[in-house]
């Protein structure tokens, strides 16, 4: 009981180290930035993340500024480019969120990522929250997904158009059947030496040979 108690009172006058640690066990990357645009925290996976991310690596240390980081990698990325400005927008305190997703080309291919800025007051001046989370799993379920799906579509597709096929073989085969019937009918009614009677035998063979 008594460690116990000596351990809630070491949390208690501590907040950052227990602050700190509600980072860390964050598995987004976050990091908190100044109004300047510069970094004043991160969490754990921010850090481990930094090697990974051709943006975040140039930027993940406490000091580091962000702002400028992007706006470097924006002159390449229309997607970073317009990261750059909606922080510059928080950060001037002409917006309070921002959800975009752009993606990074590296070692491994491309990579996406979703990127939610949040300002808020913190310790007497504005802050802005950075939390972004690697959804390159997620797209590519979502691009097989859709590939399947399409597949899918084009077999039955193929499948519509081999039953029309058949129904259509089936209803010449009907009309063939009658026109032999027919032209049978005519050479048991006609005489030996009619002259429409060559017409009824080429009725016949035309449509025996169409039918074989």
């Given amino acids: 009981m008594e460690e116990h108690r000596s351990h809630n009172v070491t949390r208690a006058e501590d907040p950052l180290a227990l602050l700190q640690s509600t980072l860390d066990a964050i598995p987004a990357y976050i990091a908190i930035l100044d109004q300047a645009g510069k970094v004043v925290a991160v969490n754990a996976p921010w850090q ?12 993940c240390g406490v000091g580091a500024d962000f702002l400028a980081a992007c706006e470097s990698a924006g002159r390449a990325s229309a997607e970073l480019r317009e990261m750059a400005q909606e ?6 305190g002409e917006r309070e969120e ?3 997703e752009y993606s ?46 399409e597949r899918l579509q084009q077999a039955q597709k193929m499948e519509a158009i081999g039953q029309l096929a058949g129904g259509i073989a089936h209803d010449f085969n009907n009309i063939l059947t009658a026109i032999l019937g027919y032209g049978e009918i005519l ?4 005489e030996a030496g009619s002259p429409l ?16």
């Fill in 48 to 59: 481990r993340f930094a090697g990974e991310h051709p943006l975040i690596s140039r930027s």
């Fill in 87 to 92: 922080l510059a927008r928080l950060l001037a």
């Fill in 98 to 100: 921002s959800v975009l």
């Fill in 104 to 149: 990074t080309n590296g070692p491994t291919g491309t990579a996406w990522y979703l990127s939610r800025m949040i300002r808020f007051e913190g310790m007497g001046a504005a802050r802005v929250l950075v939390a972004q989370v690697n959804e390159t799993e997620r797209k590519k379920a979502l691009e097989a997904l859709k590939k399947s799906e």
């Fill in 187 to 190: 050479l048991e009614k006609l």
């Fill in 197 to 212: 009677r060559k017409y009824a035998e080429q009725m016949r063979a035309g449509g025996s040979g169409r039918r074989n």
